[in-house]
């Protein structure tokens, strides 16, 4: 782990060298936005697009709300319009809704759009519609540095048909400032009788979080509470769930399948694994902020980011937030991978297997892609390796708002962090090693449910598990439920598309690339 | 001679809309009998496959859409007493009448999915003004996350929104009732509720069915509210049919069953719609004879 | 008794007006905030209770290349779109409540209050599965993103209310002032417009500030319908919900959208209290 950081720090320690002579170039005289770096040699570089003519040509793009994704989109395509001579128009559309805008038109067999933004696991479901990714750019140098877990969820079946622009992936956020407090520790051993560290299972995760909730522990007059969970019942719940499954279900011993058992189907979404998942998270919320269980990622980002809760786990926003300069609990926050657990399920046996176990879980993120029927493919092809430059990157993942984050090897460096955003050296070290070993550490990954119609199941796990979280359901009935749903959807969608589709994501999970 | 004229008044406006429906209705009827979803957009002929699903295997439709009926009757039940109280208030000797008036207007000029989002920030148990008001009496409600609670926060946020939609309409009726009844009346030494009850609420009677009727169904389309407030949880416990049929059609892609679930809900609200008429029409007028 | 009549009544608006205008306070005072004063509890009165900040105002004038939305341009793609479908459906709902008002209609077993009943249930359709037939009628008239197209869209939305409302005020014009009119000469189109008419323009301020008011704030179809070119102003502001909710610049877009349609609310307000309402009826 140590020696593959110091490898990827040697080629980025010389960039960084090279960046500071460049500074002050004539591309980030013109273009503020890259002014730490100037502009930086590559396929994609400001330089090589002032080469293109794209003159009197219109692109348009779909992309997020802004500022998250949204602004960064607006600017380099401001930029991209100034260098190429191109036209370019954004939109931009709530989170929820990048889906249908797009899949309207694309089912209608239109594309208003070139480009259009959305995750990446809508990717079985836009297949169709895509245009792959041409080899020049996957060959590319600038496409060499992005990690490999990056690529496959912007592949399929060893195709890449969506562009690498974003990192994603849950994680677990902790306050500092409570967890390696030696007089909370203190106070934490006397009363509990355990230690206070950075949760290594859930089953602590949920002590700490209960012991720290509705209490003012850092004297700001304001009342803290334990976790700050995305529980609304909406498009994001779901992979909160999966990220406290993970742990429990996906057993290395096992292989073929965490959703499903890949040779006969049977969703396992109802295995006593899944199950322990989700009675965690009902229990849960006795330690979240009042109203916790309506709480979106907005609100997740507001509560954690501003100093409510004790843990969050999920995209890194809460994190970022956290870590704004005009953040009250700025340095204050920590990162480390899930929690794992005591023991996990497994299918084969029937049993528990009682050793440890932890599993990264890949979660879908941003990602953008080119409309099969555009008009411009050259063009758009050239705006998203533009938009993911060295400088432009670089740049992007310095602003938080900007929801741009770590997805290439020389982003794993805990320097640029301390250089750039001020950030606690310690932090930045724990943050760049956290998600490098998530990346290209673990072989025990789960990768996001992409087969047709993945909205249909995911859909079924919010609504299930948002009913035992009301106490409509218990966590066994709920996840009986999603399980029968999860037979209907395949007996609608055909089990054979489904496991074709579900097939290329197991062999990633059981490493057989 | 009048008869050639009567379809010049009506025809222009008739065909207009038929002209422009035809297409989408009749497309909305095919597509409820394909299975078009997300990886099969094409109108293949499943025949009632949909409709079946619906009637023998979807029971949170049904739970949805007896919900949905609680809200509508509830909320629009509240909208028409206070439209009418507010109306009555400002009809007549006031100070400051026309400030009321143009006041007691403005929440319907917002634009709901912008407006709730307001009344997410209100409500909002932690960071909101309600909860940190009340706790100054020493109580506070999960305003947006309790099963029986979040029900009361999208009836007072509908109320808020559309009590101006009744108010106006019966504003105005009250404003156009003819002096003459009322003169009559206080010859025969009725006071103000005897005249409230056998003069201003029959003549009220038309108007007030009129503005039930319409707000009925737009109560029922109720969409925006619940996505921005609740998305229909915690659980299942605010979702209405129109909100299932959205994350059906739109979230799942599902939309030759989307279909199916519009024309059902379609052809029950128009019989819903037609035997309400003939109730309000007894009670308005039973109270007239 | 009469003061306490009085006193109650007061009571009652003073009550109302509080629930009518503290959402928008509450909003008011969110629009001058940042993050840290949003996320550190309940805060009232700027400088008091947190620092206030323009920045949620200014995000409305930026482009989105600088972090905002700019609402200036939506502001009158919604005016056009909503102003002319709002005129045509009057100038359309209009004539046929009239028609539905004063002649007798006969389809088989289809009568009068049926077609009315037509016209009003366009509405009850949930709009949801109504966005792809729509989008795929458009395109094949090459309407899609462009302000006839939301017209068009806008008149079925709009027209049903018009005629719904206007049937009512008509039902209530005495049939003698057209029956005169028609004596002293008119024909029927003649009556219509320069007797009728006249008589009902409270009905038509009320009608035409419906079909207003459900244009202006329609955020479904103009959301499906329009990509780049049209974008209406609740589009627009929408588009400031990223994953992090800006509270303070959606409050702010929430006044502003408002503004617009305060001036109907006074012009509707004068007809009301000029008397026009009850003068129709002399």
Redesign the interface.
Known sequence: MKQRLRHYIMPLAVTLGAASTASGDQWSDQFPHIANTGDIAGECSYESMSQKDYSGRTL?I?T?????M??P???H??SFAALTGATV?????????L???A??????G?A??DIVFGFSNFI??WLPYLEPVPEYYVNMRQMQDVTQSHIDVNSWDGQMVQFPIDGDRHYLKYRKDVIDNPEMQAKYLADTGNELRVPQTWKEYAEMASYFNGWDWDN?G??EYGSAEVM????LMYAAFFSRSVAYSKNPRTEGGFFFDLETMEPLINNPGFVEALTDWVEATSYV??????F????E???F????TLFSFS?D?AFV?AM?D???IKNQVGVAPLPGADRVWNRDTGAWDDTYNQAPYIVWGWTAAVAKKSKNHEMAFDYLCFFANDANHQADIAIG?F?VNPFKKSDFVPEIYVERQGWDPQIAQEYSETLLDMEEGSTNRVFPLRV?????FT?AVA?GT????????SPQEALDEVAAEWE?ILD??GRD?VRDAYAIGVALEDNLR | MRFGHKYAFLLPGLLVLIAILIFPILFTVRLSLSGWNSYNPNLDFVGIKNYIRLFTSDARFWEAFFRLSFFSFTTVFLQYVLGFGLALLVWKDILFKRFFRVLFLIPMMTTPVIMTVIWKTVFHESLGPVNDLLSYVGVSYNWLSDPVVSKFTVIIVEVWQWTPFMFLLLLAGLLSLPKEAFLAASIDGAGPIRKFIYVTFPLMAPISIGAIIIRLIEASKIMDTIYVLTSGGPGTSTETTSFYIFIKGLREFQFGYAAAMSFTYLIIMIISLTVIVNVLVRVFNGRNS | MRSFYTTLKYLAVTLWTIFVIGPFLWALSTSFKDFNSVTSGAKYIPWAQFEPTLDGWRVLTKTSAQGGVDIIEPFFNSLTVTGLASLISIVLGTLAAYALSRYQFKFGFVKNNDITFFFISQRIMPPVVLALPFFILLSNFGLLDSILGLIIVYIVLLMPIAVWIMVDFFNKVPREIDETALVDGCNPFEAFFQVVLPNSIPGLVVAGMFCLIFGWTDFFFSFFLTFTEVQLLPVRIVALNSSITPWWSLSAAALVSVAPLLLVAFIVERFLSKGNLSGALK
């Open positions: 348009t779909n997020h709300a802004v500022p998250v949204g602004e989109t607006a600017l395509a401001e128009d954004v939109i931009h559309t709530p989170a929820g809704d889906y249908s805008k899949m309207i038109p694309f089912q209608a239109q208003p759009y079985r479901d700001d304001e009342l609304k019942k909406d498009d902020p009042p109203g916790g269980i309506n979106g990622l907005g609100d980002i507001n509560s980011g501003g100093g409510q995209w926003d937030a704004e005009t953040s009250p708002r929801g047709p119609g993945v909205f249909e859909s609504t948002s009913k035992a979280l009301a106490g409509q359901l209907a609608r969608v598309n």
